[in-house]
């Protein structure tokens, strides 16, 4: 941590698609937090924990400049910091997040000549991502001319600028609006927890690794429900066969009820009404489904 400072950071994009989950993060993994009154930061109150509110580009050098120990951003934004700057420390992902999905996609207008990957030769491609994208045709040995764009990549086809693009796709809507297709995806991206390379004092590295693990364990909940039932003992097998289960359910006797178990479950959050009505028809009573909010495992 910065000499300066005995209070661990992290970098949040402060408007945009990640921000509401990211917070959302935080506060499930133990996080309460003040606003500042310029709305640029976020007190923690109850650890030594602020977040400082970004836009999604600047996190990368938050953390490699060390003004920040942590981050959150999405892979996308954090491995084209990477591969421009090929020799600079580069913060490391420490764990994937399960929200912001979507692609990083090179597309091109439908009903148009290019309709395989070797036909990008000789064209010029429209990005933001001109390192991902320099480094994609480079492994596959493909001469194309790359056109950075910082906004509005997808209309540079029909303004004559491109000839296809490379942008973030999540449901494709953008492109079909703009009467373009997908080709191939360059790389998949989410929201990561991204760390600092800057070397922490053992104190710092060690809040780190608490916070991690707070976090690791608020995520870990996301889409686990527990299952909690009542069943005849000699039904336990074809409910485990049912069950959309993360591990072993737990089995747990009844007093004074030799034939009947409790059954506690973790599972995804694939378990449905259709399983309850199932697990009802094989004799199972007393249901009840629960969210995870956190998990230490
Ligand atoms: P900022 O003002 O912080 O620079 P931005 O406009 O660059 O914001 P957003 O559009 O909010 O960023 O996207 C933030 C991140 O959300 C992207 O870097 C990406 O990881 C993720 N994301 C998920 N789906 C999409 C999508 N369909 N288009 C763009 N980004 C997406
Ligand atoms: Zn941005």
Redesign the pocket.
């Known amino acids: 941590m910065n000499e300066n400072r005995d209070r661990l950071r992290i970098a949040v ?7 509401e989950q990211s917070l959302a993060l935080l506060r499930r993994a133990g996080l309460a937090f003040r606003a500042s009154r310029d709305r640029l930061f976020l007190y923690g109150e109850n650890m030594p924990v602020d977040v400082l509110l ?5 996190i990368p050098g938050l953390l490699i400049e060390g003004s920040c120990e942590l981050g959150i ?5 954090l491995d084209e910091q990477r591969l421009a700057v090929p020799d600079q420390p580069a913060p490391t992902e420490l764990q994937a997040l399960g929200f ?3 692609r990083l996609a090179i597309a091109v207008p439908d009903n148009g000549p290019l309709g395989s990957i070797d036909d990008l030769a000789g064209t010029r491609i429209a990005t933001s991502y001109p390192a991902h994208l320099a480094d994609w045709l480079r492994a596959r040995n493909i001469k194309a001319e790359i056109v950075v764009l910082n ?1 509005s990549v997808e209309i540079a086809p029909r303004l004559g600028k491109a000839h296809a693009i490379c ?5 494709g809507a ?1 492109l079909a609006a703009n009467q373009l297709h997908e080709l191939v995806t360059v790389m998949k ?3 990561v927890l991204a760390l600092s390379p800057r070397t922490q004092n053992a104190t710092t590295a060690a809040q780190i690794e608490r916070l991690c693990a707070r976090i690791a364990g608020a995520q870990s909940g996301d889409g686990v429900r527990l299952l909690m039932l009542q069943a005849p003992r000699s039904a336990l097998p074809a409910i485990t066969r049912l069950l959309p289960a993360c591990n072993t359910p737990s089995v747990l006797s009844l007093d004074n009820q030799p034939d009947a178990v409790a059954i506690q479950a973790l599972c995804s959050d694939a378990l449905d009404w259709h399983h309850l009505e199932e697990l009802k028809r094989l004799g199972a009573s007393g249901l009840m489904v629960l969210n995870v909010e956190r998990m230490l495992v």
């Not at 994009?13 to 921000?19: H, Y």
């Not at 970004?54 to 600047?58: A, E, I, L, P, S």
């Not at 951003?73 to 934004?77: A, E, I």
């Open positions: 994009q402060k408007s945009g698609r990640l921000s970004v836009r999604d580009d600047d951003v999405g892979r996308n934004v912001g999905g979507c906004g942008d973030l796709v999540s449901s953008t991206s989410e929201a």
